[in-house]
């Protein structure tokens, strides 16, 4: 079960102890979860192999932790988030605490790593960022985490996220944006910089590109690169000219496309698998955003289509 992250374990259990490993994984589109758990008398020990480009989000619930991280030890407790780039962890010692060790973990895929990256800093590798690997959960950066870690993996596992790759994007870049920007490395000073103003074409550009391809699972590094800016001018650009963020904007367009498609009497699908398709996961949520845009929830709209087909 642990193959997908390229885990070695090196620890054998001693006859005369109780032992017990269990482990689940949920793999989606650009995001993986791991859940964890340990109940043994001794350390556990493993290591992992060559993981190009993926980026560690880990969460303990009990016990604690050694990492050898780029040849420095960094200690993890349940008070702190571990943030990894793969490439550089050579090792884990975790150890039970009254007899149980619990962790969540989440994967950020090669290709969304990357994308991002290339997207805010041109050229750059994960390993070469520096970040610093543990985030206090008494933060604003580590309680948000926390919430994402938590919404990732309950969407990973009980199939949400899999059926709606649009809100696995938007999610899995989220995660990573939050990090780059709230988490020191060695190019925090870049994002620091006040940039100049991108031009209004360019978010012309980007509005034109949203609005063609919404079926997509668009992320904010694509936009800003069929655009030919940097991510963070493209947030920029969008708060001076359309005063929201592209995120908000591209919601709104989806939106609209829900809007239509549930206005249509041959739609036969129910709200939320409309909503789903769409990236819409929490249907509550939906349902208020719904109402507050067009003034009329999704289940008004059907039954007015249906109405006017009979």
């Known amino acids: 079960m642990l193959h997908p992250h390229g885990i070695n374990a090196h620890s054998s259990p001693r006859p005369e102890d109780a032992f017990r490993w269990h482990t689940d994984v949920a793999i989606g589109a650009e995001i ?6 340990l109940s043994a008398g001794w350390d556990w020990h493993y290591s992992y192999e060559s993981t190009s480009g993926e980026l560690a989000i880990s969460l303990l619930n009990a016990g604690k932790a050694e990492m050898l991280i780029a040849g420095k030890s960094v200690q993890r407790t349940p008070s702190e988030i571990a943030i990894v780039p793969l490439p550089t962890m050579q090792a884990q010692r975790v150890e039970a605490i009254d007899g149980r060790y619990s962790s969540v973990t989440l994967t950020l895929h090669t290709g969304m790593v990357s994308k991002v990256l290339s997207a805010t800093f041109g050229n750059t590798a994960l390993e070469d960022l520096n970040l610093t690997p543990i985030v206090d959960l008494s ?8 919430q994402l870690i938590r919404a990732s993996a309950t969407g990973l596992y009980d199939g949400i996220l899999a059926r709606s790759p649009k809100a696995s994007a938007l999610l899995s870049e989220a995660a990573l944006q939050l990090i780059l920007e ?7 000073d870049r994002l620091n910089r006040y940039p100049p103003d991108a031009p209004p ?3 012309r550009r980007a509005v034109e590109y949203m609005r063609a391809n919404p079926h997509l699972p668009l992320t904010i590094a694509d936009i800003a690169g069929t655009a030919g800016v940097s991510s963070r001018l493209l947030q920029l650009g969008f708060r ?20 239509d498609e549930l206005s249509r009497p041959e739609n036969m699908l129910p709200v939320s698998e409309v909503a789903l398709k769409w990236g819409f996961t929490h249907m509550g949520r939906f349902a208020a955003i719904y109402r507050s845009a067009f003034g009329l929830y999704p289940s008004d709209t059907v039954r007015r289509a249906r109405g006017f087909c009979n």
Do not use: M
């Open 32 to 37: 993986d979860v791991v859940r964890a758990d």
């Open 201 to 203: 074409r360019y978010i």
């Open 139 to 146: 933060t604003g950066a580590g309680q948000t985490l926390l």
């Open 240 to 259: 001076k000219i359309h005063g929201t963020t592209p995120v908000a904007y591209l919601r709104q367009i989806r939106l609209e496309a829900i809007h």
């Open 182 to 188: 709230n988490v020191p490395h060695r190019l925090t």
